[in-house]
């Protein structure tokens, strides 16, 4: 079966379950709630465990993939932090983002998105310019140690700004990646910590003036993949808690999303939902019907 894909645009999917094997779950779920990109772990990602190559398994999952022409993104491990102050964490978090690239080029992923990481609070002497000088040295080492190697398109997720962010809002995003000087380093924007960072999503033209903030800042070439996820608290919270799109709750509202397709993003970005698998299929169809500048208010369920 092949998944008849939106070509012109960007690409509507979601973040999809793994247990069971990539080709034998990711794959079918996907085709089951109408996704076009999919995002998966390749690793527990709450620990240090490395992942594990399953060439037979990788196989299967890079012809059932391409057969059903999804768009692959492998988000790694929270614990990754490699600004942090604590030498064993740097080295776990530098060894996890490694092992995740190659395992992204074995899987045929494009891209691989990390949290941006954070200096920790109550540490003076390790401030934001120390963090990333961290930071700075330990990326552009992966990205040399991986050129050439087929691996994914390393993107940069920032936070919703708490607990001592590295990169939260658009400008310290672009700070961020000034200080690494990496021209090819991307970022995957989460409309959820984008909203509680400061930006003020509620509205399609509100939406619309942070679209084409990121792109004055940062630039539309950096924008690798998106999370779609709506807020349950408002602008400026700093707090990171999703609420689907069908849910009908959240802070920016179902009609203010329409903005990423009027704002004519770059053809075939990743826009994943990070909902309960229950609500993929419903959060997938209501960007589908944006995209196509015809919302249903059915598919939102009545607060």
């Not at 992942?51 to 999804?70: E, H």
């Not at 494009?110 to 310019?129: C, F, M, N, T, Y």
């Amino acid at each position: 079966m092949t998944n008849r894909i939106h070509r012109a645009g960007p690409l509507i999917g979601s973040h999809v379950p793994v247990s069971g094997g990539l080709a034998r779950t990711s794959v079918p779920h996907a085709l089951s709630v109408g996704a076009e990109a999919i995002q998966v772990f390749v690793s527990n990602p709450r620990g240090w465990a490395p992942p594990t190559a399953d060439p037979v398994g990788d196989t299967a999952f890079r012809a059932s993939s391409a057969a059903a022409g999804l768009a692959v993104v492998i988000h790694a491990p929270y614990l990754i932090n490699l600004g942090s102050p604590d030498e064993a964490t740097a080295r776990r978090s530098r060894d996890s983002l490694d092992a995740t690239l190659r395992r992204g080029a074995q899987i045929g992923a494009q891209a691989v998105v990390v949290h941006a990481g954070s200096k920790l609070i109550g540490r003076p002497d390790w401030p934001w310019e120390r963090a990333m000088d961290q930071v700075r040295e330990a990326i552009s080492g992966l990205l040399r140690a991986h050129d050439g190697t087929g691996a994914p398109r390393l993107l940069i997720e920032p936070t919703a700004g708490g607990g001592g962010a590295l990169a939260s809002d658009l400008a310290s995003t672009a700070a961020y990646l000034d200080a690494v000087g990496e021209p090819g380093l991307g970022v995957c924007i989460d409309t959820c910590h984008l909203h509680a960072s400061g930006h003020d999503l509620s509205s399609p033209s509100l939406f619309a003036a942070a679209l084409r903030e990121f792109d004055r800042l940062i630039g539309a070439d950096r924008l690798g993949a998106m999370h779609i996820n709506d807020s349950r608290d408002p602008p400026g919270s700093k707090r990171d808690r999703h609420a689907s799109l069908a849910e009908g709750t959240g802070t920016i509202g179902t009609e203010a999303f329409g903005a990423l397709f009027a704002h004519g993003l770059r053809a075939g970005v990743p826009l994943m939902t990070e909902s309960p698998d229950a609500d993929h299929a419903a959060d997938i169809a209501i960007l589908k019907q944006l995209r196509a500048g015809r919302l249903d208010r059915r598919q939102v369920r009545e607060p």
